[in-house]
């Protein structure tokens, strides 16, 4: 397993709130540490499919949002990375706030498996999901 490196967790939670996706969802980012994320989505009507609940894409948005957070926590933000498959198996409908709970399973080089449990506001566990992540080159300096 590759060593992660030193993260500067304040500048990676900024970094965090510019990513457009996470501002237009209005996504707030609960927990931050080496690994691991909590990332709530504000539920709205907005956000239903056509049963009334949260849509089910929408749950999996977060998780791959709340996975590439906690990967972002061991590499910082400089490292490119993209999503190379997702599955997601739903639990339960959800009708509030959902909440993904992220952690990484392997640091890998270059492949990088990420575990999200899913709940709603009540603590219902609604979804869970297993994201994997590709490790790409690092940015260029800016």
């Known amino acids: 397993m590759p060593a992660a490196p030193t ?3 304040t500048a990676l939670r900024e970094f965090i709130a ?3 996706l996470f501002r237009t969802l209005h996504y707030r980012l609960d927990e931050l540490k080496p690994g691991e994320a ?4 504000p539920y709205t009507a907005d956000h239903d499919g056509i ?5 089910g894409g929408l749950l999996l948005t977060l998780a791959d949002t709340a996975a590439c ?3 972002l926590a061991l590499t910082g933000p400089d490292q490119v990375m993209t999503t190379t498959d997702m599955n997601i198996r739903f639990l339960a ?3 509030s706030d959902a909440t993904a709970r992220a952690r990484v399973i392997k640091f890998g080089r270059t492949i990088c498996p990420i575990h999200v449990d899913l709940f709603d506001a009540q603590g219902k566990h609604v979804a869970l999901a297993q994201v994997t992540y590709m490790r790409l080159e690092k940015m260029p300096a800016r």
């Open 69 to 71: 957070c906690a990967l």
């Open 18 to 20: 510019r990513i457009p």
């Open 93 to 95: 409908p959800c009708n």
């Open 7 to 9: 993260v500067d967790f």
């Open 38 to 41: 909590t990332v709530t989505a």
């Open 51 to 55: 049963f009334r609940s949260f849509h």
